[in-house]
Nanobody
């Protein structure tokens, strides 16, 4: 079993940056690919970014390509999401999650979830 805890959310002005971090517990971290999702009020949870077990492969949702970067440190059991050039439409609760699938983008492909961290981007 894996437990995930996100941190780093907050309030930022449009054009600013935030770095989210997700810390994992358990000895099986490297078995899992990792992903970040977000959910705005009234919306479904949507995929943002994913990274392979080794960190050598990444995928992104189109609206964040070139602005967000996902990375992982297997020794520290962490996965980060660097978010630059933030826009008001990026406002949401951000969740990290882990999956045994490769390049998974669907919520039901993910096995474990964190509790989420709020990101608010003001205009």
């Amino acid at each position: 079993q894996v437990q995930l805890v996100e941190s780093g959310g907050g309030l930022v002005q449009a054009g600013g940056s935030l770095r989210l971090s997700c810390a994992a517990s358990g000895r099986t971290f490297t078995m899992y690919a990792m992903g970040w999702f977000r959910q705005a009020p009234g919306n479904e949870r949507e995929f943002v970014a994913g990274i392979s077990r080794s960190g050598g492969s990444t995928i992104y949702e189109d609206s964040v390509k070139g602005r967000f970067t996902i990375s992982r440190d297997n020794a520290k059991k962490t996965v980060d999401l660097q978010m630059n050039s933030l826009k008001p439409e990026d406002t949401a609760v951000y969740y990290c999650a882990c999956t045994l699938r490769h390049e998974a983008r669907l919520t039901y492909d993910y096995n474990y979830w964190g509790q989420g961290t709020q990101v608010t981007v003001s205009s």
